[in-house]
């Protein structure tokens, strides 16, 4: 049986990945600055900040737009939802689950800069 890796705050990897998900982009933003070893929870911290910090953007925008807007931003939301259980089901299950577009954003961000 394989050994749970620990991250430099204590708690198991696909754990802490997971919290990345849990408050949205606030965990992921949170999980960037505490983090200093695991690069697994820095890519999901990432991953998550960027998601969601775009999605909340959008849902901004679109709603402020009469009646489409909101039909367009309860999609968001909706889409938003579904990549909110993916992320933290993956992250838990220790993966290295990409989201479209932003996984791949959220990948070179953490090796580029090493956060």
Known sequence: MEEKKRT?????ENVEGALAYLLIWLT???????????????FHAMQSTI???????????FR???FFGWI???LVTLVGLILWILGMVKAYQGEYYKFP??????????KSFNI
């Open 72 to 74: 367009l931003g309860s």
């Open 51 to 61: 998601t969601f910090l775009a999605i909340t953007v959008i849902n901004i925008i």
């Open 28 to 42: 992921g933003i949170l999980l960037l600055l505490l983090e200093k070893e695991s690069d697994f929870v820095r």
């Open 8 to 12: 430099s705050l204590g708690l198991d």
């Open 101 to 110: 577009i932003v996984g791949e954003i959220a990948e070179k961000q953490v």
């Open 64 to 66: 402020a737009i009469p």
